[in-house]
């Protein structure tokens, strides 16, 4: 990270250098760490500029200019989503950030570290990755501009986009550019993107499909009768050249009857060819010039751009902008489960950078103990980016190396006590699922493998899980695994002996899981499953806990104003949340980010989950900030603050009924005094905080329980008031 670092190395240069908007953490979490160790075991000198001030470009020329190229990533985390609320406002503190200080990067960091990298030394290769640019590999909307922007390529002016995960076209093109090839000329990488003249392809054989034929249902005509005698009508077979000048098409001569050979080919040998000639077709989306003024088409290359995401059967996709072609190569290949074993046992050494000294950065608080043993998410979840980024087929470690990690973690990281914090990964309970046929696998182009029920053929035996949580809870020093990464409880209530397992032993009092909503509208835009799969998930989870003799809480988290979501739905989930004792804070609204589908919807109004046009399903979407902040409200209906936005809304509803004092009244009529309301306040109970604090467990997002959405950290805390019977209390002394 510095000069003098490389001159105690003895190296003269750099043959990579990193730069990122992350303070630099070496710990397999961070993307940073984990491609400079992979490249540092490849044999290269590897140099990081961590934070850099991008007000000049003096800060890039740190470390010199690098033999092979800049990798230039924004973090862990999307600048814009890093920086700004669901409501467009600035965030008040930077979790990547020594002490968590706000404003250490760049909006769009992306594109804004490439340029000044182009700056510092014209010429040399730029490389960009990162979830910000591999959100950002085609045109999409921007919710902060409201607008949809340009590829981030032909912003940043990059060489190469590496997007997904980059393991193997990494070190692949590492090579390849130490061996002498020019980076122009590395085009056949899978996971990556580039610009390119317009209608260039790779080979001559290439073929070019357009989006439009490829989704839409094409003409259909009539089906032949075999017994018909009579001559067809061929007046439309017409030239139009016969037609314009009215002359009789003069009869045929009779044609000698051609040879026509017929191979016989087995059902191996037809597939083969079938996926040959797929994998030299590329997909022609609409160009950006189009989508950027039409939402039906936008909607539609949305919609052929997820359902060319299976890495089995994926095809290039191709985009025009301007005079130029964005070209997308295929997604990468999932990493085998020796690769991700190699890539997280490389010697990293657990901790931030020592030039940070007593600093604290927050998001390595928080992972620091935890273990991440898989890759992916097959769910599907429209309003998550998980799926465009690191894919829907599931990477798992091995069982040795995920329990040689929780001893390193023991052995080498300070302030460890005995507590794994976090046993998971995006999802905690989908290690070592898969389909149960490869080729099935291989074909499928199902957007979620969960969703509107569990594909048949999707493997849900949970048991090398439960094995690995045992193994993991007999090594010696360990006094306790947790499992805090948010659980697929349809997934789970599939195997009770799992949801026994996880409850006797891996909940610290507080357990994750996303309903997400109460109602079919928005549920069936974000492809989650009903109430019922919560419900049963609950009986399973209270019934086992009363087994194990703890006293244990599910920590249920919703989204507010996602698309599909009427006011109707948004009071029934309030009405919801009061009958089951909920009082929710901190809550946000949806944010839309790059290439969600759910974020289609929000710019479109339009569905993408099925074929798009301009007589299409219209989503509902709440837009309009007044709709947005009732929708909020109606999470925190019994904040007095809300009152006022909740009268306006259900007089508007038609719903005065819910107003008043009564046990089945949603809002008072009238506002409470400053000195009510202020005494409330001092009375109000611990939030969650202190009861992850009392638990041993890491807080589940900063603030309360229960209110989650894709971007944002919400939760929910205890009623204030005198609760009803049943209603889940934590007081001063930790009785309930």
């Keep these: 990270m510095s000069r003098a670092e490389m001159v105690k190395l003895g190296w003269d240069s750099c043959d990579v250098i990193l730069v990122t908007g992350d303070a630099y953490i070496d710990h397999p979490s961070f993307g940073m760490a984990l491609v400079g160790r992979l490249l540092e075991s490849q044999g290269f000198r590897v140099g990081i500029i961590s934070q850099p001030d991008w007000l000049s470009a003096e800060p890039f020329r740190a470390l010199g200019k690098p033999n092979l190229y800049f990798g230039i990533t924004a973090g862990n985390m999307d600048s814009m989503v890093n920086r700004y609320t669901s409501d467009r406002k600035i965030r008040s503190d930077d979790a990547y950030t020594p002490n968590g200080e706000p404003n250490k990067r760049p909006d769009r960091a992306v594109t804004v570290y490439a340029q000044r990298v182009r700056e510092a030394y014209p010429g040399v290769n ?136 017929i191979k016989m080919m087995s059902r191996e040998e037809r597939r083969e060819a079938e996926k040959e000639v797929r994998n030299k077709t590329v997909v022609r989306l609409p160009a950006y010039d189009v989508v950027k003024d039409d939402p039906v088409l936008y909607a539609h290359a949305s919609r052929v751009f997820h359902l060319e995401s299976n890495p089995g059967n994926a095809r290039a996709l191709v985009q025009q902008h301007g005079e130029r072609d964005v070209w997308l190569n295929p997604p990468p290949l999932p990493l085998a489960m020796d690769e991700m074993d190699g890539v997280y046992d490389m010697n990293y050494a657990r901790a931030p950078h020592p030039s940070y000294g007593k600093a604290r950065i927050p998001a390595w608080e928080m992972i620091r103990f935890s273990v991440n043993i898989m890759r992916g998410c097959f769910g599907g979840c429209t309003f998550c980016s998980i799926t465009e980024h690191e894919g829907r087929i599931i990477q798992s470690r091995s069982e040795p190396s995920i329990l040689r990690e929780i001893e390193e973690i023991r052995d080498k990281v300070k302030g460890f006590t005995g507590t794994i914090s976090d046993l998971g990964g995006p999802t905690a309970n989908m290690y070592r699922l898969a389909c149960r046929d490869k080729r099935i696998e291989e074909s499928c182009r199902r957007l979620s493998c969960v969703y509107p029920s569990i594909c048949s053929n999707l493997g849900t035996d949970h048991s090398k899980l439960i094995q690995l949580y045992r193994k993991a809870r007999a090594i010696p020093g360990i006094k306790k695994i947790l499992v805090s990464s948010g659980l697929r409880y349809d997934l789970a209530v599939r195997s009770p002996e799992y949801v026994k397992e996880l409850v006797s032993h891996h909940v610290g009092g507080l357990l994750k899981i996303a309903p997400e909503h109460s109602e079919e509208g928005p549920l069936s835009k974000m492809m989650k499953p009903g109430m019922g799969a919560y419900y049963k998930f609950k009986e399973l989870f209270e019934k086992y806990s009363k087994e194990a003799g703890k006293e244990q809480y599910l920590i249920p988290y919703f989204i507010a104003a996602h698309p599909g979501t009427t006011d109707e739905d948004m009071l029934s989930l309030a009405l919801w949340l009061k009958e089951n004792n909920f009082r929710l804070d901190q809550v946000q609204t949806f944010m839309p980010t790059p290439m969600a589908m759910a974020t289609t919807m929000y710019h479109t ?107 944002g950290n919400t939760s929910a805390r205890p009623a204030a008031k005198p609760p009803r019977k049943g209603a889940i209390v934590i007081t001063k002394n930790g009785r309930r």
């Design 126 to 261: 730029v490389v960009i990755g990162s979830i910000e640019a591999s959100l950002r590999r085609i045109a999409h909307y921007d919710y902060w501009s409201d607008k949809v922007r340009r590829s981030v390529l032909p912003d940043s002016k990059a060489d190469l986009l590496i997007f997904g995960n980059a393991e193997r076209a990494l070190v692949d093109m590492t090579h390849r550019l130490a061996a002498g090839e020019p980076i122009s000329s590395i085009r056949d990488l899978r996971g990556t993107a580039f610009m390119v003249p317009h209608g260039w392809k790779p080979t001559p054989e290439w073929a070019e499909a357009n989006s439009t034929r490829v989704d839409m249902p094409g003409k259909v005509d009539a089906h032949p009768d075999p017994y018909e005698m009579k001559m067809k009508n061929t007046e439309s077979c017409k030239t139009s050249e016969d037609a314009s000048s009215g002359a009789t098409p003069a009869p045929a001569a009779p044609a000698e009857p051609a040879v026509k050979v």
């Design 605 to 711: 109004r339009k569905n993408p989950l099925r074929k798009v046009d301009e007589h299409s399903e219209t989503v509902e979407t709440p837009r309009i900030g007044k709709i947005r902040k009732l929708h909020k409200a109606f999470l925190r209906y019994h904040d007095p603050e809300n009152w006022d936005i909740l009268r306006e809304g259900l007089q508007r509803m038609g719903r005065s009924d819910l107003i008043g004092s009564g046990e089945h009244h949603l809002v008072p009529r009238h506002n409470p005094s400053a000195s009510v309301v202020a005494s409330e306040r001092r009375r109000e109970t611990p939030g969650p905080n202190q009861l992850a604090k009392k638990f041993g467990q890491n807080k589940p997002r900063p603030g309360a329980a229960v209110v989650r959405t894709p971007s």
